[in-house]
């Protein structure tokens, strides 16, 4: 059942996936051109982040920060009113527009509509060594969306994201695609709802290069903790 249950998926990704592709075709073009002359750069972001197995790929997302971010302030993290976003990419992150090129990720089978959000290929430290709990998470393919960020986004810790995550895996091997079904439904709800864009610093007192410093250490030193 469950191999039958992951055959529905992916017919489902390929289905859903280029339909929207050709839907939303005038709407790409439309941000393309916007993008380009909101700011200096690409129109399309592309990042190394890990799927099932821990393979890393390369994501696509509209470009909605300057050049080279990832590199500056805050890295990885993503606090209110980060200086480093562009006007038209806070609102593509406002309304997740940026993420509609990861249909081409879904197409190319990267990533599921469905499953645990790909992290940054170096987010969690070395792969390999990564503790079990904290791999369970790439039983599955990674999502456009998925249970953590139903339940919280950006809102909760990357250690509460894993446990959503390990919960979709467990959830999707005892009922298959009902658990993307419902996912999706939540999802949409929650695009319009624009809630939990941003992370939360730790301690509001420091800086953003503090906080995201700060961060990244506690979540690699959590995710290598001993079975």
């Known amino acids: ?89 806070k609102i593509l992150r406002n309304t997740s527009l940026d993420e509609l090129p990861q249909l081409f990720n ?46 919280g986004r950006n809102d909760i810790s990357w250690d509460e994201k894993v446990g959503y995550d390990n919960q979709y895996v467990d959830n999707f091997r005892r009922i298959g695609v009902l658990e993307d079904i419902k996912i999706l439904c939540l999802s949409i709800i929650k695009v319009f709802r624009k809630e939990n864009i941003y992370e939360t610093k730790a301690d509001s007192a420091m800086s953003d290069a503090e906080a995201a410093k700060a961060e990244e250490a506690e979540i690699i030193r959590i995710a290598h903790l001993p079975d």
């Open 1 to 89: 059942m469950y191999r039958i249950n992951l055959v529905v998926k992916r017919i489902f990704d390929l289905v859903s996936s280029m339909i929207l592709a050709l839907i939303l075709l005038p709407l790409w073009i439309a941000l393309a051109l916007w993008i380009k002359l909101d700011s200096k750069g690409p129109v399309l972001f592309k990042q190394g982040r890990r799927t099932k197995d821990g393979r890393i790929f390369n994501l696509y997302k509209f470009r909605s920060m300057v050049v080279n971010a990832e590199k500056m302030e805050a890295g990885l993290f993503n606090y209110e009113n980060d200086p480093r976003v562009t006007r038209v990419g």
């Open 106 to 151: 879904i197409i190319k089978g990267d990533m599921s509509v469905v499953g645990p959000r790909p992290c940054v290929s170096y987010e969690l430290g070395d792969f390999d060594t990564l503790n079990k709990r904290y791999k369970k998470r790439f039983e599955v393919k990674a999502g456009l969306t998925g249970l953590a960020q139903v339940k």
